[in-house]
Structure formats: structure tokens, C-alpha cells
């Protein structure tokens, strides 16, 4: 159009900081170039379509995008943070059984407008209730982040680059595709990675997990073994605690014999139950002792509960539900 620079840095701005709508909302475009630009163009971007929220504080959002299609993200407050959880796909292609996302197939995957949309549509809803900042965003919603690569890294440039987020206050979240790993670190190592491992043996992995059939247990640990993280970050192994499956104390001897010379911390997370789930999570006390083995052998471990329970915030649950009623 030949206009001067700085009027992309305004639009930039506008745009991902300033949360605009539409490109009525720039008002320091003046009224003939806002009419100019609208005469090709308009801002678009993800709408949230539902929302429940949970007395735990938790909110379970569904992003509408501009297809009709939908996925899911989760806003989690605690004292400190304010973390969004954000969608990669539209569905997933993993297969993890565990998993309702996993039930739905993949569908395709979201560019990184779309990614960075989800982020946009609750600053707005922040902004309109006057409310606190998002302070963290995490890749754990819909989808395998590392299977949409090339769009995941642009989303998270558009967070870091124009909406003043810090890499370093971004989780990516893997099943353990592990060609990807070294090249995630390559183009973005700032990033915080967390790998859900969900088991000690190939036999019962695989069985959860049908991508341990092409990269087993001891590829992926190879594969983070090799990653350049700085001696004051750990990778987070997420273990998902399945009653009768994977929650043994045996398990938990095993994976700290797996863990040894990692820098490592484990998320203990007990099953999150949905309708048609086939599995249980273990009660209270075996979850304990799992964590108290790990603790004595002085791996770090923490008990992820599930927020949300009432508010369908298991990945899958609320899109799900939402389809269901329509």
C-alpha cells in the first residue's frame, strides 16, 4: 500500500497486544485508512463459545475458529500464576487410550494464527472483566504439538516476539516424537518440555501409548538424555496413575532406575475419569506411596490432581459435551 513502517508496528501492536476485534479498533489509523484497509482485510481470529467455570476456579473455554471447527484450552489459576492451556490440532492422531481426545481422530492442524488466537480470545475476556494477566502457556490441549511442528514454533514466536510472552514461561507437551525433540531445541530452546511417559515397560506403554511402538522407552529417554537443557532446568515426565495398570510400587522402583542421570522432575497425575473411560484412577493411598518412593530415592515429585472435575475439564470432555447437546 505504500505506507510507512511504523504503521506495521501499530497494526502489530493493535493487534496482538492490544487485542483488537476489528480494524475499527486501531484508532490510531485514521477513519480513510481504516475504511482503505477494510475494504480488503479484517482481523480475524479465534471466538471462545463456551465456557464453564469450576468453584475450584478452573475454566474450561471452547474455542470456535473460523471453519466451524472447535478445540479446547483450560485457564488455571493459582497464587502465583495464571496458566493457559492451548490446542496444537483440531482432534489428535496419538491414539493414546487414556485419552477422550484420542477417540475423536485427527481432523487437522491449527496454524499458528489459531494458536496464538486462543491466547488473544482470553486476554480479551481478562480485559473485559478487568481481571488478572495470563502469566504462562502451556501446549497439554488437543493435540501433539510436536506432529504440527512447523506451526507450533510460528504460534510460539507470535507469543514471544509480539504479545511479550517469555519462552521461558511456555511448556511444550510431547507423547515422544522423538525426531522432533532435537530439532525443538534447536529452533526454540528456551522452551520448557514436558514428556508424557506414562509407564516403565515397553509391554504396558505400548499398550497405552501406540507411539512407543515406533519410539520406545529407552529411544525417547536417549533422545531427552541428549537434549542441551541448562543445568538449572529439568524436563517434567508427566505419569498419568491408571488403577491396576501403571501405579505398582514396582512401577515406581522402575522409574526411578528409568530417571537416573536425567535432569528430571515427574507430574503424578491420577486418572482423570470421563463416561466412557475403560479406567479407574488408584485411591488416595496408593497414589502416596508411588510419590513416597520416588521422594525417598530423591526424585522430585509432585501430585497433579485434576481441576475442574465438574466442569468436563479432562482434554475431549468439553467438546465432547458441547457437540452432544447440539
Partial sequence: MGLPAFRVSQLIHWMYERNAVSIDDITEFSKPLREKLKGFSYIGG????????????????????????????????????????????????????FCLT????????????EIAGQVTAVRRELNANANSEITNIVFMGMGEPLKNFNEVVKGINILTDYMGISKRRITLSTAGVVPELQKLYKEIPEVNLAVSLNATTDETRSALMP??????????????????????????FG????????????????????????????????????????????????????????VDRHVTAFIRKSKGRGIYAACGQLKTCHETDN
Avoid at 528409568?258 to 486418572?271: E, M, R
Wanted: aromatic fraction near 6%.
Fill in 46 to 97: 479465534v471466538k471462545i463459545i463456551k465456557k464453564t467455570d469450576s468453584p475450584d476456579g478452573t475454566i474450561k473455554l471452547l474455542f470456535g475458529l473460523e471453519d466451524g471447527l472447535s478445540v479446547e484450552g483450560v485457564l488455571i489459576p493459582d497464587e502465583y500464576r495464571l496458566t493457559l492451556c492451548v490446542s496444537s490440532q483440531v482432534g489428535c492422531a496419538m491414539g493414546c487410550r
Fill in 102 to 113: 484420542a477417540t475423536m481422530g485427527f481432523i487437522r492442524n491449527l496454524r499458528a494464527d
Fill in 211 to 236: 507411539v512407543n511402538n515406533k519410539y520406545n522407552i529407552g529411544a525417547l529417554l536417549r533422545a531427552c538424555g541428549r537434549l542441551p537443557i541448562s543445568p538449572r532446568r529439568r524436563i517434567t
Fill in 239 to 294: 505419569y498419568v496413575l491408571i488403577k491396576g495398570v501403571n501405579d505398582t510400587q514396582a512401577d515406581a522402583r522402575r522409574l526411578i532406575a528409568l530417571l537416573k542421570g536425567l535432569s528430571a522432575k515427574v507430574n503424578l497425575i491420577p486418572f482423570n475419569e470421563y463416561d466412557t473411560a475403560k479406567f479407574e484412577p488408584p485411591d488416595e493411598k496408593t497414589v502416596l506411596e508411588f510419590q513416597q518412593i520416588l
